[in-house]
């Protein structure tokens, strides 16, 4: 009973047993150009999702730099998953992304992660075909033999692809942070709201509290050796 009431989500990185997760953010749904977005005319376009690609350009890919910089100075692993598909024909999908309509070929341009926040060297990238990546990638495998067991996710979108992730991870065990502005959704109403709605599953911080928290543990003083003899 005593150990359960000290047991709290409020935990600060270690950074051996942490990995940052970007979620979704790909050429298909972060890039004005990219498929989810095709054939609708300019007026729509500005109307249904101008306030999210000013937020998102403006503010939210600079923290996502910003979270990535830091955590590969840290030389904490930073890992990203797209929607794309394992085939050409997309057969492999969810059944509900086939009825939504996502269709994300295998090796397509629409699946590959934004340019400003470029993969880089043997970073992992998981292909994904259902809201959550807990469910059509092995990444919880591949968690558990990286040994990480604390979780921070940023990405699109807050209401659906990154609270799905939060919610199965918890439920697997992981500890999670979210960066709460370094997600997205279409409205700020919606983002707000799904904040609010998963709050009692994660702990929630700023970019620039998770940075401060990880240059803390840069700096902080190391364990002194004993000498010899």
Not at 130 to 138: E, L, R
Request: glycine share 8%; charged share 25%.
């Amino acid at each position: 009973m005593g150990t359960e009431m000290s047991l709290t989500r409020n935990v600060p990185v270690v950074p051996e047993q942490s990995a940052l997760l970007f979620i979704d953010v790909q050429n298909f749904s972060a890039h004005r150009d990219g498929a989810e977005f095709a054939g609708l005319p300019k007026d729509d376009f500005a109307a249904k999702y101008g306030w999210f690609f000013g937020e998102l350009e403006a503010r939210v890919i600079p923290n996502m730099q910003a979270l990535q910089a830091a955590f590969r100075k840290a030389h904490i692993e930073v890992m990203y998953t797209t929607i794309e598909s394992l085939t050409a024909d997309g057969r492999d999908r969810s059944l509900d992304y086939k009825i939504t309509g996502f269709h994300v070929p295998k090796g397509s341009w629409d699946g590959k992660v934004i340019d400003q926040i470029a993969v880089q060297g043997d970073e992992i990238v998981l292909p994904k075909t259902s809201s959550s990546v807990f469910i059509s990638t092995n990444i919880d495998y591949i968690l558990r033999n990286l040994g990480v067991k604390q979780l921070v996710l940023a990405g699109l979108v807050t209401d659906q692809c990154v609270e799905g992730a939060i919610r199965d991870a918890c439920d697997l065990g992981y500890l999670v942070t979210q960066v709460t502005d370094a997600c997205l959704t279409y409205t700020r109403e919606r983002h707000d709201s799904s904040l609010r709605a998963i709050k009692g599953y994660c702990r929630q911080v700023t970019t620039r509290e998770l940075i401060a928290e990880i240059q803390g543990l840069e700096h902080a003083p190391k364990p002194l050796t004993p000498s010899a003899g």
